[in-house]
């Protein structure tokens, strides 16, 4: 499967600002984190430049707008027409090329393959569990006082 980056460059982007930009901020995050079942996902990565852009093209109120349109030049028509191409060849690719290779997960199955890792700290270990949308920000309260039984 071609890598983002592999294929045409947005058009008014230009091939060395994609360069920077892949450079600068990765383009995907997703749970595995590379085998490492982190469960951190989606934190960074390109998915609200595509969203705003998208956003944009639908006509829909988007708060601080590109100066432009990248997905069909701003055209419904044409970033639907660009858009249908890689989502018809990202769906013919097999689930054992995306999720596999994952020595936990040797059926290449998604469900482990996202799922969270934790580290095992001395005898203690807990099994993969789901993947899940954890908030940004956790809090932990300590109590002071007894309370009654």
């Given at each position: ?103 936990k ?16 700290t ?10 899940v ?17």
């Amino acid at each position: 499967m071609a890598a983002l980056g592999d294929g045409p460059v947005p058009a008014g982007l230009g091939a060395s600002a994609l360069r920077t930009l892949l450079a600068t901020v990765d383009a995907d995050n997703e749970p595995n984190t590379e085998g490492q079942h982190r469960g951190s996902a989606y934190r960074d990565g390109w998915y609200g430049y595509v969203r705003k852009d998208l956003q944009t093209v639908l006509g829909r109120k988007v708060r601080g707008r590109y100066s432009r349109e990248f997905c069909g030049r701003g055209s419904l028509r044409r970033c639907q027409r660009a858009l249908r191409r890689p989502l018809r060849a990202a769906l013919a690719v097999p689930a054992t090329e995306v999720y596999g290779g994952d020595p936990k997960c040797p059926d290449a199955d998604q469900w482990c393959f996202d799922a969270i890792e934790f580290k095992a700290t001395g005898g203690a270990t807990q099994p993969l569990i789901h993947w899940v949308n954890r908030p940004t920000y956790q809090q932990a309260t300590e109590i002071r006082r007894r309370l009654g039984r």
